[in-house]
């Protein structure tokens, strides 16, 4: 009975499929057929928009624009050669070049291949209505990355590029793809994983001449975190003003956060170029400026020599080891020998007798030279790495420079000579091995502004709903004498008559810095000034730094002053 049954329900079953069968292909036959050959299922990748930037008071540093771009999918096509044709009309891209891409395309024929990006509106639109005239030929649209302000920012929010065969290979797991745009600089690289969104997808049903026919599923793409800085955008833009046709850059900081108020590097570049590839030229002509090196961020990663604004240093490691005190005097002639060598003070007559605070005002070599000889280049290389110089400062940014504080030790390991007097007379000025950046010189400053504290320097204040590690602070273990010191000096520097930065004096607020004026090997010497205001409780720290500039105490110390008179105005102090 059982097998019965058993057999019934076999049979039964087996009957119900081919009458299914029988139903499907042929009483139904024709119509699925017309729908297999008419109809196609289309998947369109839809971009997620990247996290916009703002600056501290909320204004928009890098936003979204909508972009039309032209895809072809090559097993749609009928004539590749017609379609070249009838977009180089609309477009106006030359008819050569959009059939070579097609061609290419046939490699994918399945994928939506890109042909023509960034297309006018007006003229995506006509593409559109050509619709039965270019089958396999979709417009499509996606958020492209706008730099408002363009090369102001250029250092600050980097730009972005195709993502290389490298980087898709380590990063495939996390949903990137062979046409993405990855951060390659700046704020866009160190945060990309924070401003890159998540793609979505859309379905739809088409026939055979490319029309839709109905959505049929859709995932939304999910847009990026926001970022908001510590730049304040109008001191941004007025740094830059300042330095448009030099080389060099601008740093703004809170002594006391480590925020950075303002960050200039120049030449600078346009990063809007780098988002649309037809813009090959213009990047090629950037790539190709040997002279200018636009890329390099000089804020962070260029390394020269400090000159005199070393002099700190060496008055902070002379006072603070007991080996001077504010009342040691030295005398300057105009020039000190060392050995068979005699080296010179800048002013030729010299400078008489004076004490520390009155040798940083004057900013006299003889002075340090000696001072230097009595502290000796241990000293004085312990006390400059408890600064922060020689090696990075933990700035948000990528591609910071170590710089280098020579040591006996060092040169005899890399060079295999002694260390000589002279050297360490050459070391007292800021001159010979010694290299900084612009963003090290600033956190030094910060930290005697401060009283004593080396902070991290910090671009990014915030990120949506993301919680940031506090920005690490280091005690130099300066005394409050040897800060007291160095203050009164460096508030004499600007303030005294014959001092070496009267330019930067201001009638508005109490400016406090330092002049330097390093000589390189390659041209005209570089031209610093670094200073803090107001001289009490100070609220923002400043260094100026023209590549070949000449004297620190002329534009250097001038621009130095409005940047922070433009800063009180802006009510950051």
Not at 32 to 38: G, H, K, P, V
Not at 314 to 332: I, N, P, Q, R, W
Not at 519 to 536: D, I, L, V
Request: net charge positive; with cysteine; proline share 4%.
């Amino acid at each position: 009975m059982r097998v019965k049954i058993f057999k019934g329900i076999v049979l039964f079953s087996f009957l119900f499929l081919v009458l299914g069968l029988f139903y499907t292909q042929i009483l139904k036959g024709s119509l699925y057929s017309e729908l297999s050959e008419n109809n196609r299922i289309r998947v369109l990748l839809l971009e997620a928009p990247r996290g916009k930037i703002y600056d501290r008071n909320g204004r928009a540093i890098v936003n979204n624009r909508l972009s039309f771009d032209v895809q072809v999918i090559f097993r749609e096509m009928n004539d590749a050669g017609k379609a070249a044709r009838l977009i180089s009309d609309i477009t106006g891209i030359d008819e050569e070049v959009l059939f070579r891409r097609i061609e290419a395309a046939g490699k994918m024929p399945f994928v939506a291949v890109k042909i023509a990006e960034n297309v006018e509106k007006d003229k995506a639109i006509r593409i559109e209505e050509s619709g039965r005239d270019l089958p396999g030929v979709i417009v499509t649209t996606r958020p492209l990355r706008n730099y408002v302000y363009k090369d102001a920012f250029s250092h600050v929010t980097g730009y972005l590029g195709k993502i290389s065969g490298v980087e898709l290979r380590k990063y495939r797991t996390y949903g990137y793809h062979i046409q993405d745009f990855v951060g390659k600089d700046g704020l866009e690289r160190t945060f990309n994983d924070y401003l890159r969104g998540t793609d979505g997808g859309l379905q739809i049903e088409v026939d055979s001449k490319g029309r839709q026919l109905r959505r049929l599923a859709v995932k939304e793409p999910c847009k990026g975190k926001d970022i908001y800085l510590n730049i304040d955008l109008e001191l941004q833009e007025f740094c830059y003003s300042l330095m448009a046709d030099k080389s060099g850059a601008i740093i703004a900081m809170d002594p006391s956060s480590g925020a950075i108020l303002a960050l200039v590097s120049l030449p600078a570049f346009n990063p809007n170029i780098f988002v649309v590839s037809g813009n090959s030229t213009e990047i090629s002509a950037i790539l190709n400026n040997k002279s200018a090196f636009p890329f390099l961020n000089r804020a962070i990663s260029g390394t020269y020599p400090l000159g005199s604004v070393f002099k700190i240093v060496v008055a902070a490691a002379s006072l603070d080891s007991g080996k001077v005190d504010e009342k040691k005097t030295f005398s300057c002639n105009g020039s000190l020998r060392v050995g068979n060598r005699a080296f010179r003070c800048w002013k030729e007559k010299g400078h008489g007798t004076q004490n520390i605070t009155e040798a940083l005002k004057n900013s006299c070599n003889v002075f340090f030279y000696q001072l230097a000889l009595l502290t000796g280049v241990d000293e004085i290389s312990k006390y400059a790495f408890k600064l922060g110089l020689g090696r990075p400062t933990g700035i948000d940014l990528l591609g910071e420079a170590r710089g280098l504080v020579p040591t006996p030790e060092w040169k005899k390991r890399k060079l295999k000579k002694p260390w000589f007097k002279g050297e360490t007379a050459n070391y007292a000025i800021g001159q010979g091995y010694l290299l900084v950046t612009p963003i090290q010189v600033a956190r030094m400053m910060c930290a005697v502004a401060n009283g004593g504290e080396l902070v991290e320097p910090v671009v990014c204040e915030r990120i949506e709903d993301v919680k940031l590690r506090r920005p690490r602070v280091q005690d130099t273990g300066l005394g409050e004498g040897t800060l007291r010191g160095l203050k009164e000096g460096l508030r004499n520097v600007v303030n005294e008559p014959h001092g070496t930065g009267l330019y930067a004096r201001s009638e508005k607020i109490i400016i406090s810095g330092k002049t330097g004026t390093a000589q390189n090997s390659s041209g005209k010497s570089h031209a610093w000034f670094t200073g803090f205001a107001p001289f009490k409780n100070p609220k923002i720290s400043v260094v100026v730094f023209i590549e070949h500039g000449g004297k620190g105490g002329l534009n250097p110390a001038r621009f130095a002053k409005k940047i922070i008179e433009k800063a009180k105005e802006l009510e950051l102090l």
